[in-house]
Structures are given as structure tokens and as C-alpha cells.
């Protein structure tokens, strides 16, 4: 099962970016683990959506080894360094279609934490929202979370902002797309602004004057992509309390996401 979990191809990947163990000056502490089994049994929980207490002995790494390391790599920016080192083997190749995004957001349901909020989706029961932005193709390149109750425009900007400088096939990294596509929750005149002044053309309906059924033949896109996603059944509930570390399991499922697009293109 490890193998299927994390092929060579993917741990290829990910081995130069994962922080070096440093044993303490003062010696004792806990014994080293292999990093590719914490990090098995990372994509194991992500998978399952099992809670770290489940946690099964065959992975040969201890609850606490697995969380505490995990915590680690998520303040060291492992998911978001991996997730732009498959980006880049993906822009490499000609995969990336920049003449197109989408962007859409879908609301989980929160068990407790910071960034949640009264979803108005969920009978006002407590959750969080998850911010997703996808190429043409709909490979996600940008991820967010925020509080249930945030309004989706204002994850917009940040998204458009977070996403990575990407290695193409010939000549510079890119980062900036074409068009923007979206629906009316996104629609604002000084948004339009802001991504004309980046030489982004918006695509997004408006409210009152445009059905957003006119954007459905390139929407399904993002709602395929939001749906691949949440196919991590860790993220089907948010059950952690700090919104850094179920930020970290998204961006690690848009990671492992674009990465089964790398191996299809392999194969």
C-alpha cells in the first residue's frame, strides 16, 4: 500500500524538499524516522480522512512522530514547495494552459478552529469555505481557506496573487493567465479593475444582466477540480483546529492532484 500511497515517481519529488532532520546538541529526544514513511502515512490520513489516532502500526511511525512531524512541514512550507515543484514539472512539458482560470469555492462543515464562521449554505452550523483556482484543464494552481461565511470575492485577489511563477516549455516562467472565468459572487466593478491592470481579461458574469448558465460550459472545470479534491476525504470535514494545518492537507491534495496528471502524461 505505500507504493500505491507515494510511487517512486512522486517521492522523486518530494525527498529534496523535506527539511533535514537535525538530531539535538544535547542529545537523547526521539530517535529519527524514515521520512518517507511519515510522509506515507501523511497521504494515508489525507486519503482516508481517518484521524491521526487511527493511525495504522503497518506505516511503522507513532501517532505522535506522524503529527509532530507533520506540524513541522507545514510551518516549513513543504505542501506549497511541493505543490510548485509539480507545477513546474507539468509547465515543463506544455501542460499548463494559461488562457484560462476558473475560480470557485465550496463550503465544508467545521468541527472547531480559527477560520470558521455560521455557513450560510449548512443551516448556520459552523464551517469553513475552501478557495480553489484551476488552468483550463483544470489543474488547481492556487488554494485558500477562509471562514464559511466570507464572501467569495474577497478571495479573488489572493488567489490570483498566490499563484507560483511556473517553468514553461520555452522562455520565462509564467504566472499570469489570459482570461479569467467566473460567476456572479465574483462580480464587482473595482475587481474587473484590478484585473485589467494586470493585463487579466475578466469573464464574469454580472449580476442582474448576465445568467451565470452562459459560464456553465467552462465552470463544470472548477466544480470537477473542487470535487477531486474533496475526493481526500480528510477535507470533507475540517476536524483540525488550526486553519494552517487544514490548509496544509489541500494544498497536499492539489499537490498529489496535479501530480496524477504528471503520471497520466507519463504513461
Same mark, same amino acid.
Given at each position: 500500500?505505500?507504493?500505491?500511497?507515494?510511487?517512486?515517481? @512522486?517521492?522523486?519529488? %518530494?525527498?529534496?524538499?523535506?527539511?533535514?532532520?537535525? !538530531?539535538?546538541?544535547?542529545?537523547?529526544?526521539?530517535?529519527? %524516522?524514515?521520512?518517507?514513511? %511519515?510522509?506515507?502515512?501523511?497521504?494515508?490520513?489525507?486519503?482516508?480522512?481517518?484521524?491521526?489516532?487511527?493511525?495504522?502500526?503497518?506505516?511503522?511511525?507513532?501517532?505522535?512522530?506522524?503529527?509532530?512531524?507533520?506540524?513541522?512541514?507545514?510551518?516549513?512550507? #513543504?505542501?506549497?514547495? #511541493?505543490?510548485?515543484?509539480?507545477?513546474?514539472?507539468?509547465?515543463?512539458?506544455?501542460?499548463?494552459?494559461?488562457?484560462?482560470?476558473?475560480?470557485?469555492?465550496?463550503? %465544508?462543515?467545521?468541527?472547531?478552529?480559527?477560520?470558521?464562521?455560521?455557513?450560510?449554505?449548512?443551516?448556520?452550523?459552523?464551517?469553513?469555505?475552501?478557495?480553489?483556482?484551476?488552468?483550463?484543464?483544470?489543474?488547481?494552481?492556487?488554494?485558500?481557506?477562509?471562514?464559511?461565511?466570507?464572501?467569495?470575492?474577497?478571495?479573488?485577489?489572493?488567489?490570483?496573487?498566490?499563484?507560483?511563477?511556473?517553468?514553461?516549455?520555452?522562455? !520565462?516562467?509564467?504566472?499570469?493567465?489570459?482570461?479569467?472565468?467566473?460567476?456572479?459572487?465574483?462580480?464587482?466593478?473595482?475587481?474587473?479593475?484590478?484585473?485589467?491592470?494586470?493585463?487579466?481579461?475578466?469573464?464574469?458574469?454580472?449580476?442582474?444582466?448576465?445568467?451565470?448558465?452562459? #459560464?456553465?460550459?467552462?465552470?463544470?472545470?472548477?466544480?470537477?477540480?473542487?470535487?477531486? @479534491?474533496?475526493?481526500?476525504?480528510?477535507?470533507?470535514?475540517?476536524?483540525?483546529?488550526?486553519?494552517?494545518?487544514?490548509?496544509?492537507?489541500?494544498?497536499?491534495?492539489?499537490?498529489?492532484?496535479?501530480?496524477?496528471?504528471?503520471?497520466?502524461?507519463?504513461?
Amino acid at each position: 500500500m505505500s507504493k500505491r500511497l507515494v510511487p517512486d515517481e @512522486l517521492w522523486a519529488l %518530494v525527498e529534496p524538499l523535506i527539511p533535514k532532520f537535525e !538530531p539535538r546538541p544535547q542529545g537523547g529526544g526521539t530517535a529519527p %524516522v524514515e521520512d518517507r514513511a %511519515v510522509f506515507t502515512a501523511v497521504v494515508f490520513v489525507l486519503t482516508s480522512g481517518c484521524a491521526w489516532r487511527m493511525l495504522p502500526p503497518s506505516f511503522g511511525v507513532t501517532v505522535p512522530t506522524a503529527h509532530r512531524r507533520f506540524t513541522g512541514w507545514t510551518e516549513a512550507g #513543504l505542501w506549497r514547495r #511541493l505543490h510548485c515543484a509539480v507545477l513546474d514539472e507539468l509547465g515543463s512539458r506544455g501542460l499548463i494552459d494559461w488562457s484560462r482560470v476558473v475560480i470557485d469555492a465550496a463550503s %465544508v462543515r467545521a468541527k472547531k478552529g480559527d477560520l470558521t464562521g455560521p455557513s450560510p449554505v449548512d443551516r448556520g452550523k459552523p464551517g469553513s469555505k475552501i478557495h480553489v483556482l484551476s488552468e483550463r484543464a483544470g489543474i488547481p494552481v492556487s488554494v485558500g481557506v477562509s471562514a464559511a461565511n466570507t464572501n467569495d470575492i474577497e478571495a479573488l485577489k489572493p488567489l490570483v496573487k498566490a499563484v507560483p511563477a511556473i517553468r514553461s516549455r520555452r522562455g !520565462p516562467r509564467r504566472r499570469r493567465p489570459d482570461k479569467l472565468h467566473a460567476d456572479k459572487a465574483y462580480d464587482s466593478a473595482e475587481s474587473r479593475r484590478w484585473l485589467r491592470a494586470r493585463g487579466i481579461v475578466a469573464r464574469i458574469a454580472r449580476k442582474g444582466i448576465e445568467s451565470s448558465q452562459r #459560464l456553465g460550459r467552462h465552470r463544470w472545470l472548477i466544480e470537477r477540480t473542487i470535487s477531486w @479534491l474533496t475526493g481526500y476525504h480528510r477535507l470533507n470535514i475540517r476536524y483540525d483546529r488550526k486553519a494552517t494545518h487544514f490548509l496544509g492537507f489541500l494544498t497536499l491534495a492539489a499537490a498529489l492532484t496535479c501530480y496524477k496528471k504528471l503520471a497520466k502524461s507519463t504513461t
